[in-house]
């Protein structure tokens, strides 16, 4: 347990007003500061019903306490919880009343650097309690839980104590170089370092999933003017959300809509419709539209089913990012003079009356990567995915190398030290710092 000299302290709850609002207290301060608080000293891990006072002795609130006594709580110190009434006036008084005894305001994350720092939970675990708060749907929530469970962690784990084993066997042998081939044969090095390998990438891929889960799938509609893009996102999204008339150029600015399909958040921007134009307004949409673009997981690529794929169509086709997974969507199929073979290089729907949504969404799930099973993934971030792919880099030169064991050794090391910075086993204080920055107060 790491030792701290000062108290902290947070609303806990979200700002507004509520029925219940939490105040959190983390440190030394907890135990002394009873008696001023209540009147009396709490026992540890009992919700009692008590009366908040202030330095005059004069009520705040009626609140619910609970004291949990070091190392039995979140943080691993002695923790205070107060659970009064949610207006943020009386749990700003709350605050300020344990400020006046000697507490701090504790930084964005500052509770659950505590519990890392007091083993508790591991750096992976920290980060999952930010997405679990974060989870934009039930199925990402039950994916950040099994993070926070230690699940993945466990994983990692595993593999690091592998690696380590790995070093201390062919580092032993690194001051007898004449038996190191015939003793790494003995080893198996060959076949091990191919297994991890193998289960690296499963990870990885496991990892990719949570991080869909997690971040969404930012989809941008594109097309030209009246190829039924705001309707599209209407149809999708279930309600009216953005306006649609017969007249070109409706639509002058991006429109975000956020939705859950089959568990995965979809971020649809609908756009301005893409054209030469001379309306001052007009262009700075259109400008706006291809910003979206740049950031888009993929992009829907709009097209009238009665005309096809025309040279404008074409043109915004060729100035698309290079590697943007995109799809043609064959849009008005339920009109007359439509193209009955437009689904075969595309996906034939009609935004009007619904036609063709289904396999719409099942190929758009597949461009941005989704399986469509939750089970066994992970909800992992773009660090721990870079760490995961920097440990594979380093098994990978391991195996390119093994006539010279001295390279061995150092990509098995580069490899454990990569692997060990998942769960925090192996970090620096600058990279905590960026972690514990994003959390919200309070936790």
């Known amino acids: 347990m790491i030792p701290v000299s000062d108290t902290i302290v947070a609303i806990a709850t979200a700002a507004g007003r509520s029925g219940i609002g939490v105040v959190r207290v983390s440190g030394p301060g907890v135990c002394e500061w009873q008696h001023p608080l209540f009147g009396r000293l709490l026992p540890p891990r009992q919700a009692l019903l008590c009366t908040l006072r202030d330095e005059h002795g004069e009520a705040i609130d009626q609140v619910v306490a609970l004291y949990f006594a070091a190392p039995a709580s979140y943080t691993g110190e002695d923790v205070l919880e107060l659970h009064g009434h949610g207006n943020p006036v009386i749990l700003q008084a709350i605050v300020q009343r344990c400020v006046q005894l000697g507490a701090r305001l504790a930084r964005p994350g500052e509770f659950t650097e505590r519990a890392f720092l007091n083993d508790k939970i591991d750096l992976a675990q920290a980060e999952s309690v930010a997405d679990l708060i974060d989870a934009g749907s039930i199925e990402a929530a039950r994916c950040a839980m099994r993070s926070l469970e230690g699940e993945f962690s466990r994983l990692i784990g595993q593999l690091a104590q592998e690696l380590l084993e790995l070093r201390i066997q062919v580092e032993s042998m690194l001051d007898f170089p004449e038996e190191v081939p015939e003793y790494l044969h003995a080893l198996r090095i060959v076949e091990r370092l191919q297994s991890l390998l193998q289960r690296l990438r499963q990870i990885e891929q496991a990892g990719r999933q949570g991080s869909l889960l997690r971040e969404g799938i930012q989809v941008v509609l594109i097309g030209q003017p009246n190829v039924g893009k705001s309707s599209l996102l209407n149809r999708l999204a279930g309600n009216e959300r953005a306006i649609v008339t017969d007249i070109a150029g409706t639509t002058r600015d991006t429109l975000r809509e956020t939705i859950v399909l089959h568990g995965i958040t979809l971020h649809i921007i609908d756009t301005a419709g893409l054209r030469d134009t001379s309306d001052p307004i007009e262009k700075i949409g259109i400008e706006r539209t291809w910003q979206a673009i740049g950031h888009a997981t993929l992009a829907l690529l709009l097209v009238d089913a009665r005309q096809g794929i025309t040279a404008a169509d074409q043109a915004i086709i060729d100035r698309l990012p290079p590697g943007l997974p995109q799809l043609l969507v064959h849009n008005k199929c339920d009109l007359p003079g439509a193209d009955a073979m437009a689904s075969t290089v595309g996906v034939s729907v009609s935004a009007r009356t619904g036609h063709g949504l289904d396999v719409l969404q099942q190929r758009l799930f597949e461009l941005a990567g989704w399986r469509g099973n939750t089970e066994g ?67």
């Open 377 to 443: 993934i992970y909800m992992a971030r773009e660090r721990q995915l870079q760490a995961l792919q920097a440990t594979q880099r380093h098994v990978t030169q391991a195996l390119d190398q093994l006539a010279i064991a001295e390279w061995v050794a150092e990509e098995l090391r580069l490899a454990h030290i990569a692997l060990s910075a998942i769960t925090g086993a192996v970090s620096a204080d600058d990279l905590l710092g960026e972690i514990f920055s994003r959390f919200c107060i309070g936790k």
